[in-house]
């Protein structure tokens, strides 16, 4: 074979090969952009609940008849 011929047919196999190497690489990449908006969105879920629990405790308190006396008093 000549050489010319065989630099060719390398070329080309190491072209193909780089091709498909960034294809899985761009893939990789999207999945893990993906992984990390699922992350921060359990961590948005987590800390709405958290709020939303708290504001369920402060209705509790004011909401509750003593709080009422309470701030009856002091208006006093």
């Known amino acids: 074979m000549d050489l010319p011929l065989i630099i060719l047919i390398i070329s ?8 498909e190497a960034f294809k899985h ?7 893990t952009s993906s992984e990390i908006m699922n ?8 800390q ?7 504001v369920s405790v402060l209705e509790k308190i004011v909401t509750d008849s003593s709080y ?5 008093i002091n208006a006093l």
């Open 12 to 19: 080309i196999v190491a072209i193909a090969t780089a091709g």
């Open 25 to 31: 690489y761009l893939k990789s990449r999207k999945i």
């Open 39 to 46: 992350n921060e969105l359990e961590l948005l879920r987590k």
């Open 48 to 54: 709405n609940k958290h709020l939303e629990q708290r």
């Open 68 to 72: 009422d006396l309470k701030s009856k």
